[in-house]
């Protein structure tokens, strides 16, 4: 079945129908859904979808458009909220300098990445990553931190060429294929998936965000991954349901690993 790796399903984009929504997952093919925490409010939101729903797992962690905001009891509150069965990642964390062009945002952005990725270490999951304008920073601290030892990780919404993709991929981790993948333009992101073993690859959504063709610009949602899934298998030149399978068991590996 469809594992999806990233999701958002705490955004208010979902209020008006979120349980009919999820209710009609698992019927349609979706078997995991890992519910990623961006804001700081996020983190509880996570924890109770994930303690509501069987299939449902969380990512907690703070994204970098509010490192900001993160205070040593916020990250406290990772670390306790990290240790709940239910919780598989740390994330999604990383380093956003579309939005953030100030050199003490990055610094700021930098510091709490790293902190999330010493709690990731410590609590032994995996990270996952959000990076947006920032190849070399985000390349240099990951690297320094699976040097040190870390336990697997995923760069979601992979939006680099294939030679930023190499560097991660001989790391061991793993890259977050989403809608992009289906756009007509996204000549870049085809190319790294060309390139990419499918043992390294996962599906994400980033719903609300990021719905794939013939839905862009809608609301995304987790039933939508079939077209992300017929876009890589015709790529890869096999099957979607190929790439369904070897796409879940490797997030299973991934982030079942504790
Ligand atoms: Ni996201």
Not at 8 to 27: G, I, N
């Amino acid at each position: 079945m469809i594992f999806d790796t990233h999701a958002h399903y705490d955004d208010e984009a979902f209020d008006a129908d979120r349980a009919t929504l999820l209710a009609s997952m698992q019927e349609n093919g979706i078997g995991c859904i890992v519910n990623a925490c961006a804001a700081i409010d996020g983190l509880e939101k996570t924890i109770a979808l994930m303690e509501k729903y069987p299939f449902m797992y969380g990512a907690v962690g703070v994204h970098p458009d509010d490192a900001d905001q993160i205070t040593p009891e916020v990250l406290e509150k990772i670390r306790q909220l990290s240790r709940n069965e239910k919780a598989v990642a740390i994330g999604e964390i990383g380093l956003d300098y579309y939005w953030h062009k100030e050199k003490e945002e990055h610094r700021i952005q930098q510091d709490m990445f790293r902190a999330q990725l010493d709690i990731a270490r410590e609590e032994k999951l995996p990270f996952m990553v959000h990076s947006r304008e920032a190849a070399e920073d985000t390349l240099n601290i990951v690297r320094e931190y699976v040097k040190g030892g870390m336990f697997g990780g995923i760069i979601h919404c992979f939006s680099y060429g294939r030679e930023i993709a190499r560097e991660y991929l001989n790391m061991g981790l793993y890259l977050g294929i989403g809608g992009v993948v289906t756009f007509k333009n996204a000549r870049k992101l085809k190319e790294v998936v060309e390139y990419a073993p499918l043992s390294q690859l996962v599906l994400e959504t980033d719903c609300p965000y990021l719905a794939p063709e013939p839905y862009r610009g809608k609301r995304n949602s987790s039933l939508n991954l079939p077209y992300v899934a017929q876009a890589v298998a015709e790529i890869k030149g096999v099957t979607p349901e190929e790439v369904i399978a070897v796409t879940e068991e490797n997030a299973k590996k991934l982030l079942f690993c504790r």
